[in-house]
């Protein structure tokens, strides 16, 4: 079962049960006025093109264990989206690829060991002459296919905003 983080029943600092939540995103102890904010999480995703095709993942763990996704991830602390998008890249399927273009963005919800966590997907698009060569030895992918866009089902991805984006990226090339 997935909790928010408005289910705090301590507070972090005096650890009084006095907690208020404003859309479990604001979070206040009445007792001492420690405020946590619970801020969208930034992640990238890359639609990597060559020719007709685009490149996906087949993501081999939870959240959505063998469901396609987009390569990316997460971005660190003191990082650019770019800087971000590229280190995700580097370390998902050895490749080096900097010519991004902004794409698109959306809200999504990440459900990870029972915390909700809300994100801002960004999505940025790279258009390669050849397919590069992948490494597939990394935990969190099982997979890469590439796939013809006119035949790509966007069900099948594994984020309501990258679905949203492949839907996008499809209608702008048909």
Known sequence: MSTNLSSFQFCPRCKSDKISSLNGHKHLCLECQFEYFHNTAAAVAAIICCDDEILLTVRAQEPEKDQLDLPGGFVDHN????????????????????????????????????????????????HLTEKPILNADVAEIAAYQWVRVDELDSSRIAFVSLRKAIEQFKRSHA
């Not at 770019?82 to 809200?107: H, M, P």
Request: aromatic share 16%; hydrophobic share 35%; charged share 25%.
């Open 79 to 126: 990082e650019t989206l770019e800087e971000a998008l590229s280190r995700e890249l580097k370390e998902e399927l050895s490749v080096d690829i900097t010519n991004w273009q902004y794409f698109y963005s959306g809200a999504n919800t990440y459900h990870y060991k029972d915390v909700i966590y809300q994100t801002c997907d960004v999505v940025f698009v790279c």
